[in-house]
């Protein structure tokens, strides 16, 4: 296994993918993919590709769990076994837990709980190939799929994670980027406010650096908004066509 002062993070001012410092991998979304669930999404970020499917609102069970004045959000993160370079093990682990309680986190600010007391909301999240940066494409797919399930929304949420590789601050790590790097911070937030609805860390940032790194991830969080944006006017936008021409108008 490579170490960290092993790898050439830095080569010519660009990235061992070739990116700049403050460029997002491709992404790529398409809302309502899957027939069963109110609201799905597919979300590719680079190498990594993700489902997110989302039931409810419907009446919470057990009942002993409904929350009297508002919906509970469930939110499950799980890995493919076939996700990841050696085999993961199926089943939750304490990896898993922790993304599944973060990313509710990340999105419960924006969600109208208290339309619906006594209900749940069920978020699925499954990833099916991995390259870093996981839990931020689940998290984007989860905030499209719920738009696209009709749930009540104040916003969209949108995420990314910002980096220290080879002593420069990054936008978007990759897995090489972010298993042998200086420093990992996921941070979810409302574009179009700038708040901040999750943030991890992982690593050593001085306050300059943070500081930097916040200000690359509000700008890339306000392209990823405009995609997911794109992606789910695209989707009613054809529908509509699609009725239309049915209609034959
Ligand atoms: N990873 C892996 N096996 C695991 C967990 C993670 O190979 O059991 C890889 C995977 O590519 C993942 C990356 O390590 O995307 C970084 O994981 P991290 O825990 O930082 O979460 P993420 O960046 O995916 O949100």
Redesign the pocket.
Known sequence: MKKEGEIEFIKDGKRVDGRRFDELRNIKIEVGVLKRADGSCYFELGD?KVLAAVYGPREMHPRHAQDAKMAVVKFRYN?APFS???R?RPGPDR?SVE?SKVSREALDPVILREYYPKAAIEVYVEILQ???????AGINAASVALADAGVPMRDLVSSV?VGKVGGEIVLDLN?VE??YGEA?M?IAMIARRNTITALQM?GNLTKDEFEKGLKLAMKACQQIYELQRAALIGRYNKDESAKSKDRGT
């Open positions: 990594n890995m990841v370079d050696d993961k990896r993304i991995s390259d870093a940066g996981t839990r931020t994670a897995a972010d298993n990992d996921p992982d």
